[in-house]
């Protein structure tokens, strides 16, 4: 794990773009670096930059109940963002910007060598899982890459929004359980 503490320490004091200049905290992420299971969204909100943990806000409540739901809790797992500084008024991450953090993503991936991904809304579906990913028509899906199975769900911000998504997120979450059953070699470590 010293890999992962060299990697998170470098992060921590990154200045590779304009974020660095307006962030409050880096947030690296959150959860047992050894995950089989990591969910990625697109970037910190303002609670996120104030308290430097990813999903701590609103939705990040509602993304603790999701997990709840299947037996999952943050310890158990890893949470990330593909950008881990906060943009300015929460505007979407510029490409500078998505650049500047890729690197730490892929060795944050190439460290934990996840089995699952979960990306967490539409931005970050079709940053990890293909360009032209339709969250509407394929969450909840399964995509394989690299040995890597990834699937996406409604952003939890989205969910408040329209809660009407809820119940077919409930599905998500269902396949999600039994896919981590599946394939996962470690469930005892993975569900409360």
């Not at 310890?75 to 500078?96: A, E, F, G, M, W």
């Amino acid at each position: 794990m010293r890999e992962w503490e060299e990697l998170k320490k470098e992060c921590l004091h990154c200045r590779a773009c304009s974020l660095a200049e307006t962030r409050t905290n880096v947030v690296f992420g959150v959860g047992a670096p050894d995950a089989e299971v990591l969910f990625i969204g697109e970037a910190p909100g303002a609670n996120e930059d104030m308290q430097g943990e990813p999903f701590v806000g609103r939705a990040g409540k509602l993304l603790d109940d999701m997990l709840a739901m299947i037996g999952l809790d943050r310890s158990r797992i890893y949470i990330t963002n593909s950008v881990k500084c906060r943009p300015p008024q929460n505007r979407d991450p510029l490409n500078t910007e998505k650049d500047a953090c890729h690197g730490y993503l892929v060795r944050q991936l190439q460290l934990m060598q996840p089995k699952i991904i979960v990306c967490l809304g539409r931005i970050s579906a079709m940053e990890i899982i293909k360009p032209d990913f339709k969250i509407t028509q394929e969450h909840g899906q399964f995509f394989e890459r690299d040995g890597i199975q990834m699937t996406a769900l409604y952003h939890p911000a989205a969910l408040l929004r329209d809660p009407h998504k809820k119940p077919e997120t409930f599905e998500d979450l269902k396949r999600l359980q039994a896919k981590i059953r599946e394939i996962c070699t470690h469930t005892e470590l993975i569900f409360t």
